[in-house]
């Protein structure tokens, strides 16, 4: 009995210094800045952590959805290529073999000056088609450019005969074309290895972002071209696929806003004011450039442009569809939109 109560007396007295110890150090403050020092210091570590994992995460979103572009790139580029293989590369060539065959035949018809001027079409498209394969070297810096003949002066004996010299001379037109903004962009490209390194930023025709507003636009489209040039020569591929990309994000950006902000007025911001009738004008410009260069077989293209050409046309029709269902709500001012130039233009 006298050790309990020695013994309860011993933890009384412990509790009671404890206690006191507490209150003394708590008094002084030291105990609870300890504890709020460990407890803040914990929480920037996991809120630092966080943003890390945040940040890391964000950037893999980012990496998946560049890589989810690319393949869908290259998917409609293998479409394409495969369908070229199985039915364009075996039945419309032969086609097209046998229509000139027949067309020699029928040649004979014709006078002596347009056998000579048709013959020398023939040759200048051939000469053509080997400096487009060899991707314009060694002419890039020449003022060489295809000889045509407008064959709409001439007479021809049978009439089906100059549907095959406008077919030639078409060809020889977009080449001529080609050559020009081929030229354009190994020039910028030049330009931009001689800015490198007084500005590592420069990217190609960053100047154009600096033009007042339709200027600025005109110059975008007229670069987008050039890449789509340069990309079915095959000349710069890479660079003419980022040009395609960035512009063509840049020129598309305000019929995003629009749409975003269609979508969901309340909570999103209201977008700039913007004249979209410079989005009409040249967004069709670059629509049917994109499609004249995919449609033209007698054009060697290089077999990546294909599928750039075709998913570059989609997202340009695409955004024009869009502008076209906003204009309809009649929220825009008429004056900033040409709804009936929509409809007319519509795809």
């Not at 004979?108 to 347009?114: D, I, K, P, Y």
Request: glycine share 4%; hydrophobic share 40%.
């Amino acid at each position: 009995m006298a050790s309990l109560r020695r013994t309860v007396t011993f933890w009384s007295l412990f509790i009671l210094i404890a206690v006191g110890i507490v209150m003394h150090s708590a008094r002084k403050g030291g105990l609870v800045e300890m504890i709020r020092f460990y407890i803040c210091s914990d929480l920037l570590t996991v809120n630092a952590d966080l943003k890390t994992e945040n940040e890391k995460l964000t950037e893999e979103i980012e990496g998946l959805l560049k890589q989810n572009q690319r393949l869908k790139k290259d998917l409609v580029s293998r479409t394409i290529q495969f369908s070229m293989l199985s039915e364009i590369a075996r039945e419309p060539r032969q086609t097209s073999i046998n229509h000139s065959q027949n067309f020699m035949q029928g040649l004979g018809n014709e006078s002596f000056l347009n056998q000579q001027i048709y013959r020398a079409l023939l040759a200048e498209k051939k000469r053509w088609d080997e400096y487009h394969q060899a991707q314009y070297q060694n002419i890039l810096e020449s003022t060489l450019e295809p000889a045509v003949v407008d064959s709409q002066y001439l007479i021809f004996e049978e009439e089906k005969n100059r549907e095959t010299f406008l077919e030639i001379e078409n060809t020889l037109n977009l080449y001529k074309r080609l050559i020009r903004d081929v030229r354009l962009f190994h020039d910028e490209a030049q330009y931009r290895q001689q800015q490198i390194q007084a500005d590592p930023s420069y990217e190609l025709y960053d100047l154009k972002f600096n033009l007042e507003p339709f200027a600025r636009e005109s110059a975008i489209a007229d670069a987008m071209q050039q890449a789509m040039s340069a990309m079915g020569a095959g000349l710069y591929p890479q660079d003419a696929a980022q040009v395609l990309d960035r512009l063509g994000m840049e020129i598309i950006k305000p019929i995003q806003e629009l749409s975003e902000w269609l979508e969901d007025p309340k909570d999103s911001t209201a977008p700039e004011p913007y004249n979209y009738n410079f989005y009409i004008v040249f967004g069709k410009k670059l629509i049917n450039y994109a499609d004249t260069l995919a449609r033209q077989s007698l054009v060697p293209l290089a077999p990546s442009a294909l599928g750039e050409l075709d998913f570059f046309s989609r997202k340009m029709s695409q955004s024009l569809v869009r502008l076209y269902e906003a204009g309809g709500q009649g929220i825009l001012d008429s004056t900033l939109l040409d709804v009936q130039a929509l409809e007319e233009e519509k795809p």
